[in-house]
């Protein structure tokens, strides 16, 4: 068992998942979007006493702050115990398009270049990580969701806004990956 | 999603170069499964576990604001490879660097909610 769980799991089970955790939200009477509690974390540092649209009551959303510490409970647990330093098994053509770039093949689950210490704390990898982070979260709060809010409830509920935004995420994502990274790497 | 690799920045940007199948795979499965228990939810009018109706509230629609903020929400989910629930899985796995795109986000947000009036929507 424990050696089923330590091996990266196929994109299925991950699906099945996904919906699972929709479905148990549902149930419990809320909604999967994970980027709302960006806005939450923002009006618990008081921001609701100089902006509006954070001055709501953001304890009534502490529920899907616990996601949050879910999150980071289950990424630990699964890097301490259930991994067995697995290489991301990427195609070979992206390794190829990646190294062109400059970016060594993957040696686990993120690119040193970017996420090492070292890389992060020099200005053009800070600058990467903060201004990507930067528009993540003034994107999903326009868009007025992200993967989770869009991509999968919103789809789900067959919301035209939501196949909109998704169509965004990939006009975005597609700008960033054929025209920024060549330019910045 | 660590457990599939969803997680990876590798993986998104095979995804960005349509090289895989593999992350949609994860959000096809996902979205295929969503609508069967969305339809079935509305269809038998289910309840939450406080018997409570189960409600879907329609998003308003318009062009604008999901046109640019999903583009601007794509070019950062690609740069750093984690959307929001992602980067929190991996400051679980120890990844710190992460931090900073964190920090990003929540001040990409506070932003967003300072300048709302002034934006198209």
Known sequence: MLEFLSQPWPWYTSGIVIAFV??????FGKSF????????????????????????DWRSQTWNLLFLVGSVIGGFVSAEFLSNGEIVQISQATIQDLSALGISAPDDLQP?????LEA????????????????????????????????????????????????????????TTWILLPVIF | MSKSEAISWFRIQEMFRFQSFHMYGIIGTAVVLGVIITYVIKKYKLRDYQGNPIVFTPKEMSIPRYLIGGTIFGLGWALTGACPGPMFVNIGYQYWAILIAVGGAIAGTYLYGAIKDRLPH
Do not use: W
Not at chain 1, 22 to 27: D, E, G, K, S, T
Not at chain 1, 48 to 56: A, E, R, T
Not at chain 1, 133 to 162: D, E, V
């Open chain 1, 22 to 27: 929709m479905v148990l939200l549902l149930f």
């Open chain 1, 33 to 56: 979007g994970v980027s709302a509690n960006l806005r939450t974390i923002c009006s618990a540092c008081g921001a609701g006493n100089n902006v509006k649209f954070f001055d709501f």
């Open chain 1, 112 to 116: 040193e270049e970017i996420f090492s």
């Open chain 1, 120 to 175: 992060a704390f020099t200005l053009k990898g800070f600058l990467i990580l903060l201004l990507g982070g930067f528009a993540i979260g003034f994107g999903a709060r326009y868009a007025g969701g992200c993967t989770s809010g869009h991509a999968i409830s919103g789809l789900s509920n067959l919301q035209l806004p939501s196949l909109i935004a998704v169509i965004g995420f990939f006009i975005g994502g597609l700008i």
